[in-house]
């Protein structure tokens, strides 16, 4: 059956297999995103504590992003895939062992959570550098990248979902074990696929050198230069404000575990509305504009949100901030992948994602610590603000980002 467009990329047996195995346990990873941040509040009640936690989990991305990157393109990305999928697996289990035996305290909860954050600091860049692989075909990677945001966010729908009915009824130690028994799904996935995977050269020159290859590398291209420092300070000032949900969800609301699951699912439609959105967009199109535009929707809305107290509202302009928040992560991902050369696309992913998770957790940390010291609602307002500021101050460069692009495709065109 010949697949749509919008679908093309799952005509790859691998795409195919990755994604199968990913959605399963991408469920598990949000129900134990949702349990950690209820459980820490339910511990400390506390939006400092919040921060803190969530940059436990996040900072490793900051210091070991670039040498990750570095690593991949030295080793097999498929290899290091599967790794970090065993060493997921085992922290979820250790996270599920001692909450269901009751043997666990916030210090405990940071110390895995900084575990999580080593893992994922090798996980980011081998996931996004296998991509190519698995569709065989250059053309179809930019499908492929919207499709598996879509399935990101789809599990981000399911996952809070779930966990919100889990954790007013059974408790979180359930979550975490669902979310270790679900890696049990991608690592036979992965086991099961047939990759052709480019040889690599041997690398004699010491890791180090590499690193700054790709420094160098991104240094002298101002288009990837100006996106992934965009990446960073849309991390540092607008992604956070997912740390204070707890916080609107008891006090903001007067609600439970239930109205924080529904605030975290109301987020995954709309991101799963941004990820439809990219997966449909043409070839060709000026992703640059549809990056801005989405971060200036999700910033709007953030300064919406901040202090609507009517739950129906809120869940709707949160809906339309997480469709652009969505929409502004996967075009800056595809313009990426897109315009980077193969041999340095572990690296150049690895600042990508240094960018987009080491930034973000110094954002949750100002936030919480704000937040204690004002409140939730005035934190978001000043995060959309922020983002408003940060976005119209690129602007002028990516128009002459956009211009360089036509006139180099002009030039290709005439010497034809």
Known sequence: ???????????????????SGQSVSLIGTWMQRIAVSWLVYEMTHSAFMLGLVAFSSQIPMMFL????GAYVDRH???????????????????????????????????????????????????????MIVLVENGPDLPNAIALNSTMVTLARLVGPAVAGIL???????????????????????LLMMKLKIPERKKHVEPIWKNLMQGFTYIKRSPALKHTIILMALMSLFIMPYLTLLPVYA??????????????????????????IYVARLHAGRNLLKVMIGAGMLVSVALMLFSYVTYLPLSLVILMAGEAGLLAFIATTNTYLQTNVEENMRGRVISYYAMAFGGMLPVGSLIVGFLAHLTSAPFTVLAEGVAGIITLLSFIPAF??????????????????
């Open 1 to 19: 059956m010949k697949l749509p467009p919008s679908l093309r990329a799952l005509n790859y047996r691998n795409f195919q297999l990755f994604i």
């Open 65 to 68: 992003s670039p040498y990750a």
């Open 76 to 130: 097999s990305r498929y290899r290091t895939l599967l790794v970090t999928q065993f060493a997921s697996m085992l922290q979820a289990g250790l996270l599920a062992l001692v909450v269901l035996t009751n043997h666990y305290n916030i210090v405990i909860i940071i110390i895995l959570s900084i575990m999580l954050g080593i893992i994922n600091a090798f996980d980011v860049p081998s996931r996004q550098a296998l």
């Open 167 to 189: 954790l007013s009824t059974v408790g979180e130690g359930i979550c975490f074990l669902i979310n270790f028994l679900s890696f049990i799904a991608v690592i036979t996935t």
């Open 250 to 275: 008891k006090t903001v609301f007067k609600g439970d575990a239930t109205t924080f699951g529904w605030l975290n699912a109301i987020s995954g439609l709309g991101a799963m509305m941004g990820a």
């Open 399 to 416: 128009k002459k980002t956009s211009k360089r692009a036509k006139e180099k495709a002009r030039r290709l065109k005439l010497a034809q």
